[in-house]
């Protein structure tokens, strides 16, 4: 691992994002040197599914070696960023480096993604970058080497990074481009730079999108903090860089990286648009043992055929008065030809439906043969006469299973 020297301390470092995962972790590499972070997060009370606050990062922070200001923002929210902002230079006497960490995330398909899920990830990610950004480089204009870090990828316009989740990767190129503009802007003055994992990190988020197995193919969140040292301790004349963890630390003397796995030898799942021709990447994974697709859907390329003709008839029938009237999340368990898992969200805005598991957990799990769900919602089997006749197994809400058969009938006039 990257050892400190010491060259951030008494700097202070403004970090979006770090009550907990990377953004904390890049808060107590910092503190180590003896450097002043400002935890600016919304987490001031303890998360029901998420651990840490910006009260507990900030006595871990002082636990480490450094001065810890928590500041309760959302980065939507340019009052809090504001007076974030002036209590840290209030504090600390100014500010040296702004990371922007904070981000959302949600891996799902043109038609299955609510505008308010668009709406926040473009609120934080791209917006919420480019205001904090602008509120803190008059400050970090008086620094002797400031920097700015984005944690956003490189730019990589391969269809295939778009097409799964069109939104969420607008919203986080949408940051890599900040450090495309600023870099320029302020070339001379500020470091503007991005980082970027080459392997998937393992982060309570992590664990929510990818399920209780994806731990073992992941590298700790330490292998960020120790690339994002690297990057923080360089002048300024390093700027407009994307740089990934691996490729830098390599460039300080790191060899070895087994121990940043949280499973040494386990094959690891490569992050996100860093590949060439994913596809074939994702077969080699395989071959090797691990899994290449997070389970709410991300790797969608088992998603053609027939399954996924009927739930684009099916997503083209979702309404308001349909989600009103049901009131269930459905999963559908498929074997047979198409085998697979998808989902039908009749509960939540305006309803969703797709590959993978459902974005909250199932009020019904149906499990049948892929040509008898074709049959259920092509109108020619009943969700009643499939269970009666063993062909329909059913977990969950009978009454849900059969309001369904109002959506069925609505798509038959489709077909």
């Known amino acids: 691992m990257l050892h400190n020297t010491g060259k951030l301390a008494g700097c202070t470092v403004f970090i979006t994002g770090a009550s907990r995962g990377i953004g904390k972790a890049i808060a107590l590499k910092a503190a180590r040197d003896g450097a002043n972070v400002v935890v600016a997060a919304k987490t001031a009370d303890p998360h029901p599914k998420l651990p840490g606050t910006i009260y507990t990062a900030a006595a871990e922070i002082e636990a480490a070696g450094g001065k810890a200001l928590p500041c309760i923002v959302d980065v939507r929210d340019e009052k809090q960023i504001n007076e974030a902002v002036e209590q840290a230079v209030e504090k600390f006497g100014g500010i040296d480096i702004l990371v922007n960490n904070a981000s959302a995330i949600n891996l799902t398909g043109t038609l299955e993604t609510p505008m308010k899920k668009v709406d926040l990830m473009l609120g934080i990610n791209l917006r919420g970058t480019y205001l904090t950004s602008k509120l803190c480089i008059p400050h970090l204009l008086k620094s002797k080497n400031p920097h700015i870090l984005n944690l956003s990828p490189p730019l990589n316009l391969n269809p295939i990074w778009f097409k799964n989740h069109t939104a969420y ?106 590949d060439q021709q994913p596809e074939d990447l994702a077969k080699q994974m395989e071959e090797h043992g691990a899994t290449p697709a997070f389970k709410s859907g991300k790797a969608d390329s088992a998603a053609t055929g027939p399954i996924s003709d009927m739930f684009n008839i099916i997503r083209g029938i979702l309404s308001p008065d349909i989600v009103k009237t049901t009131q269930g999340v459905y999963r559908f368990d498929l074997s047979g030809e198409h085998a697979g898992v998808w989902y039908i969200d009749l509960k939540n805005d305006a309803g969703s439906a797709g590959s993978g598991d459902p974005p909250v957990k199932a009020d019904v799990v149906m499990a049948l043969d892929s040509a008898d769900f074709i049959k259920m919602f092509g109108g020619k089997l009943k969700p009643t006469m499939a269970f009666m006749s063993g062909k329909l197994k059913i977990k969950g809400d009978m009454g849900l299973a059969i309001k369904l058969e109002k959506m069925m009938a609505m798509m038959k006039s489709k077909l």
């Open 169 to 274: 990767t607008i919203a986080k190129y949408g940051m890599s481009m900040c450090v495309l503009g600023m870099a320029e802007e302020f070339k001379g003055s500020i470091a503007v730079n991005a980082l970027w994992p080459k392997t998937a990190i393992q982060t309570a988020a992590m664990d929510m999108l990818g399920g209780s197995g994806i731990g073992k193919q992941c590298r700790k969140v330490e292998i960020m903090a120790d690339a994002a040292y690297a990057i923080l301790k360089k002048p300024t004349s390093f700027t407009g860089q994307f740089v990934i963890d691996e490729d830098i630390l390599k460039t300080e003397g790191i060899k070895e990286f087994d121990v940043y796995a949280v499973e040494p030898g386990h094959p690891l799942l490569p992050d996100f648009f860093l």
